[in-house]
């Protein structure tokens, strides 16, 4: 169930793009016109991403997932019968909204229902949609733009989720909620106005430049919002967002790496089909089969850590991962308009290898010290912190190369130089997450892992079944 929706969730914010092109023509617009379709959806996802942890706990895991993911496919069915531009943005917002409550709700189910050495084994499966969607994502867009229409990228969603939702309907245990106390809209305002602001102003800020007034607007505004929200949480006693677990040192550290880490990580994947077709001239066909390797590497690295973890502990396995992502971005640096296809692959592969040393680990050791009350709130915490370093890896990159541009030089078409200083800028970060992985204290999560009492270990206690089967 969790993997579907994640599955689904994934390959609708990356689908999109394929079908720009098409949609303006049906509108009559430019493809730039039709940003707002793009940026509509992260943005509003992180707005909603807030109040799920606070409706998991009030109304019950199941009830949730399979109301956001009702909410998710009608408005999946609305975008694709869109009559104009303006229907078009509004109904991608509602799937934003449905897709901030999915991610946690289904992360929140899962972590409820098993304990965290079972975590291990299951994170080996949950791996598997984080990996193929994005790169499945493309291809299937593109097969149904040339072969039905643009609106089919939407359309698609529906025969892929009903099924998802009558399983979930007949198979998922009812995870019962409790009365998470009053709801705290004041914090649900501050946090979701301060994540669309910052949000907005990430992502735009490579299309409309760093120094534009929207931009420049939207980040300020954020960030003083955000602070806002910070003091507001931390002094009410029933916060939306329960930040007081940031004092929890495995939590706190294990999220920074997130946050950091996937700046690295989300930069390359985001930086290599633009090396390719700008940088070398390749075609849309050979980018996309020459980054596709990394999925590979990360699929086999997750299957031996799944069986390593308990014994060797995430500290070990975070810190390697990073290292590795490093030294494989030191490979990338040195390639140039002369590098073959085949050697691309190969480091794509490695890079793979070595980015299964971060996600699931980090993800699980995030939760092993938590009371099992919390793990709804920490699931929410975690997707917040991923959507944000997965939201400025795209504007590191694009910060590295245009001050790796020259001056006479077109800002549209950086030279192989550029691409090779950006590399070298994204290995520097993970060269410092590295070092700081191998800090972490890691025993109470080996404890968990092994299935021995935790201090503070409500994941040692036994755990009702109910939730995701």
Known sequence: MCVSVTFLAIVDGAITTVALPSIARQFGLTTAAL????VVYPVCLAMAIPASAWLVERLGGKRVL?????????SSVLCGAAADLGQLVVCRAVQGLSAGVLFPAAAALLFVTFTSSEQVRIS???????????????VLGGLLVDELSWRWVFYVNLPLGLPVVLFGLLF??????????????PGLLLSAAAMGGLMFGVCEGPNRGWSSVPVITALALGAVLLAAAVAFELRITEPLLKLRLF????????????????????????????FLQQGQGRTALESGTSTFPEAFGVLLTVQIIGVWYARVGPRIIIGCGMAGVSAVLLLFATCDQDTGLWTFRGYMFLLGVAMGGVFMPTTVASLATLDRRDLAQASTLNTVVRQTGGALAPAVVTTALVLGTPAAAAATHPPVSAYQHAYLALAVIAAVTAVFAFTLPDGPARAAAGGTTASRGSTASPRRREGAH
Do not use: E, K
């Open 35 to 38: 940003d707002g379709v793009v």
């Open 66 to 74: 399979l109301t956001a993911l009702v909410g998710f496919l009608g």
């Open 124 to 138: 080996r499966y949950m791996i598997i949609p984080q990996q193929i969607a994005p790169a499945a994502a493309p």
């Open 172 to 185: 998922l245990d009812r995870h019962r909620g409790h009365r998470p106390g009053r709801f705290d809209l």
């Open 247 to 274: 004092a929890d040192r495995l939590f706190r550290d294990t999220n920074l790496i997130s946050l950091v880490g996937l700046v690295p990580i989300m930069g390359a994947m985001y930086l290599g089909p633009l």
